[in-house]
């Protein structure tokens, strides 16, 4: 069974500082990962997705993410934190379509993100 | 192209009615899979339907079903609500060629039940 481990409910940056949030994944199959981003009273928005090929992917609003399967690892990170980015974070992984599969991501528990002035 | 849309934005019920709750997926895609959200328990999948037929089922008791119609919108009905069971309800859809289960979300439905 595939799960997700977000290490750290919560993470303080100040703004300017790097972010690093952390994932990790178990999966049976070699696994399509993405990172989703939650602001308060909305749905979830797709930052990243890592499905095959480069293991560093880069996505929107500065984010980034490396693949590592020998760590299997999915850890997002940004280089300089802005208060914008405050917001809950969660990462996800799917084995693909087919079988017990359609249609389901798998959640880790979210790291809610704040940055300080 | 517009979003996932859900109808209604909040609903406030009481325990033992039952509700239902509404998903226009985007344009074009005709997977549709739900999701209850919940402080305590995270984002925990409930089912996903595709042209129709509910492919996959998450692990919720009877009480929790859905439909899909031929114009791929779906709604999810909530039967004999338990206090249990506010929540925010969240629907994605994802393209019928998408090889990743790559999942676009709606704003969500707010239950709550008094």
């Known amino acids: 069974a595939q799960s997700v481990t977000q290490l750290g409910s919560h993470v303080s940056v100040s703004e300017g500082a790097l972010v690093l949030l952390r994932c990790n994944y178990s999966s049976s199959v070699p696994p399509y990962l993405f990172w989703y981003v939650q ?28 693949f590592k399967k020998s760590e299997t690892s999915f850890h997002l990170t940004k280089p300089s934190a802005h208060m914008s980015d405050a917001a809950e974070y969660f990462c996800a992984v799917s084995d693909g379509p087919g079988g017990t599969s359609y249609g389901k991501l798998t959640f880790g528990q979210g790291t809610i993100l704040t940055v300080h002035p | 192209k517009a ?85 925010l309800y969240l629907c994605a859809s994802s393209h019928d060629r998408d090889l990743y289960n790559e999942q676009f979300f709606g704003p969500g439905t707010r239950l709550t039940v008094l």
């Open chain 2, 3 to 87: 979003g996932v849309t859900q109808t209604p934005r909040y609903l406030i019920k009481t325990r033992g009615q039952q509700v239902t709750l509404s998903c226009s997926p985007i344009s074009g895609h005709r997977s549709v899979s739900w999701y209850q959200q919940t402080p305590g328990q995270g984002l925990q999948f409930l089912f996903e339907y595709f042209s129709e037929t509910q492919r996959n089922k998450g692990n919720f008791p009877g009480r929790f079903s859905g439909r899909q119609f031929s114009n791929s919108r779906s709604e999810m009905n909530v039967s004999t609500l338990e206090l249990g069971d506010s929540a």
């Open chain 1, 39 to 66: 602001y308060p009273n909305q749905g979830l928005q797709l930052l990243l997705k890592y499905t095959t090929g480069a293991t560093l992917v880069k996505g929107i609003n500065g984010f980034e993410a490396e």
